[in-house]
């Protein structure tokens, strides 16, 4: 089966494609026979109050697995079934007696501080579809395309500290981490290139001198020309959108602040080295650093862990650096006072079937398998779910991503019963039914 192309992806110019997507919308809506002004309106619809939450959480790390992490190798070892489905490690004990991979010597020793579900469950075996799961909470659908997590939490809370809300580490790989349905303006900043690399910079952070100040004032100018068109009307969602992002743009690369979050030489050499000079290391230890800075949501990918075959050999040239930089990147928030107000999410988009097969592999298995979280509000020490005795089902307390991402929403201070306008016509839930997970909650 073709791997979904997460880690693959590709980095359009913020700023052209930002102006030809919304302007393109507007005419396809005009074909439907439907005025600017009328468009308008309906964007302007008044959505039914709903409960606002208080904030646990400032800011979401979600750390990705991309290509489907095994369970048993990982956060639910069967450590005294057979051979065939236990795999080829002999699992750990931590400190909390709960047994995790035996590639996981350093996460065994932060058990206390973390959550793991062992329950998520859903029924998509494709990678495209797993992974829509994970990053939107709603399954994929022929009709809409849904927005990712990152870009929810940019239109409900926007910019801190002239720093873009939402960044993908290193690149928008996968459609499912974009903005669906809503604006561009909602997307996520791409480095563009690798933290890891020597000769590391971010794309579109310039020194106010290298700046194109016509470019940005004629854009600001057409918009502004538009929305003055427009000014007895309702300000739709759309302008106000492209307004900020105008703004955003412009503040995020002309300033010190925002370069400096984006500036790894910064942090000192031993603490480089302590979360690996590799690109596990490098990539979470810059996400600690932007969501210190104040972006609201980093989501980070790491690795392919699509194992048909030869899963040891995989796993031994990937896990030990996850394991390194994960567990360092809890202890780091931690001893900076940051691990209570930030959330840490490890996710991939399913896990592997419970038998090992021919090829010493193990294939797609969506029934069941394992998230992690840690701080923003979550429990220590804690398991929640389970999964049959040679991790094929869940057990107990099944999870679906749409409970995950209510949680998650929870934590940040979002109300995920809420409604969003879709291009101005249908209001869609920003989680369509779920629950809050409150037993993972401290």
Same mark, same amino acid.
């Given at each position: 089966? %073709?791997?979904?192309?997460?880690?693959?992806?590709?980095?359009?110019?913020?700023?052209?494609?930002?102006?030809?997507? +919304?302007?393109?919308?507007?005419?396809?809506?005009?074909? &439907?026979?439907? =005025?600017?002004?009328?468009?308008?309106?309906?964007?302007?619809?008044?959505?039914?109050?709903?409960?606002?939450?208080?904030?646990?959480?400032?800011?979401?790390?979600? *750390?990705?697995?991309?290509?489907?992490?095994?369970?048993?190798?990982?956060?639910?070892?069967?450590?005294?079934?057979?051979?065939?489905?236990?795999?080829?490690?002999?699992?750990? !004990?931590?400190?909390?007696?709960?047994?995790?991979?035996?590639?996981?010597?350093?996460?065994?020793?932060?058990?206390?501080?973390?959550?793991? *579900?062992?329950?998520?469950?859903?029924?998509?075996?494709?990678?495209?579809?797993?992974?829509?799961?994970?990053?939107?909470?709603?399954?994929?659908?022929?009709?809409?395309?849904?927005?990712?997590?990152?870009?929810?939490?940019?239109?409900?809370?926007?910019?801190?500290?002239?720093? @873009?809300?939402?960044?993908?580490?290193?690149?928008?790989?996968?459609?499912?981490?974009?903005?669906?349905?809503?604006?561009?303006?909602?997307?996520?900043?791409?480095?563009?290139? +690798?933290?890891?690399?020597?000769?590391?910079?971010?794309? +579109?952070?310039?020194?106010? !001198?290298?700046?194109?100040?016509?470019?940005?004032?004629?854009?600001?100018?057409?918009?502004?020309?538009?929305?003055?068109?427009?000014? =007895?009307?309702?300000?739709?969602?759309?302008?106000?959108?492209?307004?900020?992002?105008?703004?955003?743009?412009?503040?995020?690369?002309?300033?010190?602040?925002?370069?400096?979050?984006?500036?790894?030489?910064?942090?000192?050499? !031993?603490?480089?080295?302590?979360?690996?000079?590799?690109?596990?290391?490098?990539?979470?230890? &810059?996400?600690?650093?932007?969501?210190?800075?104040?972006?609201?949501?980093?989501?980070?990918?790491?690795?392919?862990?699509?194992?048909?075959?030869?899963? !040891?050999?995989?796993?031994?040239?990937?896990? @030990?650096?996850?394991?390194?930089?994960?567990?360092?990147?809890?202890?780091?928030?931690?001893?900076?006072?940051?691990?209570?107000?930030?959330?840490?999410?490890?996710?991939?988009?399913?896990?592997?079937?419970?038998?090992?097969?021919?090829?010493?592999?193990?294939?797609?298995? @969506?029934?069941?398998?394992?998230?992690?979280?840690?701080?923003?509000?979550? %429990? %220590?020490?804690?398991?929640?779910?389970?999964?049959?005795?040679?991790?094929?089902? @869940?057990?107990?307390?099944?999870?679906?991503?749409?409970?995950?991402?209510?949680?998650?929403?929870?934590?940040?201070?979002?109300?995920? +019963?809420?409604? *969003?306008?879709?291009?101005?016509?249908?209001? *869609?839930?920003?989680?369509?039914?779920?629950?809050?997970?409150?037993?993972?909650?401290?």
């Amino acid at each position: 089966m %073709k791997m979904h192309p997460l880690c693959q992806g590709n980095h359009n110019d913020l700023m052209a494609g930002q102006s030809r997507r +919304d302007f393109l919308q507007i005419g396809a809506i005009a074909g &439907l026979g439907l =005025t600017l002004p009328e468009m308008m309106r309906l964007q302007a619809i008044e959505m039914p109050k709903v409960e606002s939450f208080k904030p646990v959480a400032d800011s979401v790390i979600h *750390i990705y697995l991309p290509g489907g992490m095994a369970q048993h190798e990982s956060w639910d070892p069967k450590p005294f079934a057979s051979p065939d489905y236990r795999g080829p490690y002999s699992p750990i !004990k931590g400190v909390t007696g709960e047994y995790v991979g035996e590639k996981f010597q350093n996460i065994s020793k932060i058990l206390d501080k973390i959550t793991i *579900i062992r329950s998520m469950t859903h029924g998509e075996a494709a990678h495209e579809r797993g992974t829509h799961n994970m990053f939107t909470g709603y399954r994929p659908s022929p009709a809409i395309k849904f927005p990712s997590f990152g870009s929810i939490i940019s239109h409900e809370q926007g910019s801190r500290n002239n720093l @873009p809300p939402y960044v993908v580490v290193p690149n928008v790989s996968a459609p499912e981490q974009q903005s669906g349905y809503m604006s561009s303006a909602y997307g996520p900043f791409a480095l563009g290139s +690798d933290p890891a690399d020597k000769n590391f910079t971010v794309r +579109d952070l310039l020194a106010p !001198k290298d700046i194109d100040l016509k470019r940005f004032d004629r854009r600001r100018s057409l918009l502004g020309a538009v929305d003055e068109h427009f000014r =007895t009307i309702e300000k739709s969602d759309a302008l106000s959108a492209m307004d900020s992002f105008y703004q955003a743009a412009y503040g995020l690369i002309s300033s010190q602040q925002a370069r400096e979050a984006f500036n790894l030489n910064a942090e000192p050499d !031993k603490l480089r080295d302590e979360y690996g000079r590799n690109t596990a290391g490098q990539r979470f230890l &810059l996400a600690r650093r932007l969501v210190e800075a104040g972006v609201r949501m980093v989501s980070v990918t790491y690795g392919g862990w699509d194992h048909h075959s030869n899963i !040891k050999s995989a796993f031994d040239g990937q896990a @030990p650096n996850f394991d390194v930089a994960f567990s360092r990147l809890i202890k780091d928030l931690e001893d900076r006072g940051m691990l209570g107000r930030t959330l840490v999410m490890v996710s991939s988009e399913f896990g592997r079937t419970p038998k090992i097969n021919g090829t010493n592999g193990r294939d797609h298995w @969506p029934r069941v398998f394992s998230v992690a979280l840690a701080g923003g509000g979550i %429990k %220590k020490g804690h398991v929640y779910g389970s999964s049959d005795a040679l991790g094929g089902e @869940p057990d107990t307390n099944p999870v679906g991503p749409e409970d995950l991402a209510k949680t998650m929403y929870r934590l940040i201070g979002i109300n995920a +019963d809420k409604r *969003i306008v879709a291009d101005g016509v249908r209001p *869609i839930d920003i989680v369509n039914g779920g629950r809050i997970l409150n037993e993972v909650i401290a």
